[in-house]
Each structure stands twice: as C-alpha cells, then as structure tokens.
C-alpha cells in the first residue's frame, strides 16, 4: 500500500474476506472456523477505534458479544458475520469466493 489510508483499507477488506470464508467453512472446520472469526473480530474492531468507525466498532464487539457468550454455531454467528460484512465495500467481498 502506497499510504496509511490504503494500508487500512487492505486490512479491512483482507479481515472481511476471511470472515465471510470462515462462515462459509465453518460446518467443515467449526474450531478453524472460531479461531478466524475472532481473530478478525479483534483485527476489525482495533481498527475501527484506530480509524474512529463507530459503526464497525459496533458491529465487531457485537460479534465479541456473540463468540463470549459460549459454543457459538453457524447460524448464532450469521447475523454479528453479515452485520460486519454488511459495512465492507462490495469489491472486498467479491473477492471472497
């Protein structure tokens, strides 16, 4: 990335499509799956507050919420998931697979 601003637009969109790839993998390798999820959960939410993103702040201590409050499971995560993804520019996503 040639600036700041770019470097942060990379970790955002990289830590976008590995949470989208962790929910579509997550019934073959749940743990794997988790272990993703909240690794980009705290990628996500550090660089909200670094970068002054209410919303994606919001929305990656809601996912916290979620992975804290026990086993999580596919469909307990969806919703926190889409919700962060729903705040990632559409060409991150395409990119997902």
Request: no cysteine.
């Amino acid at each position: 990335p040639a600036s700041a601003a770019e470097a942060v637009v990379a970790v955002k969109d990289q830590a976008m499509r590995i949470l989208a790839s962790a929910l579509n993998q997550f019934d073959s390798d749940p743990m794997q799956a988790v272990r993703a999820i909240k690794q980009q959960a705290e990628t996500l939410k550090a660089l909200a507050i670094k970068t002054g993103d209410a919303s994606l702040a919001i929305a990656a201590a809601g996912l916290e919420t979620t992975l804290a409050g026990g086993a999580p499971t596919k469909a307990t995560l969806a919703g926190p998931i889409n919700a962060v993804l729903a705040l990632a520019s559409p060409e991150s996503l395409s990119r997902a697979g």
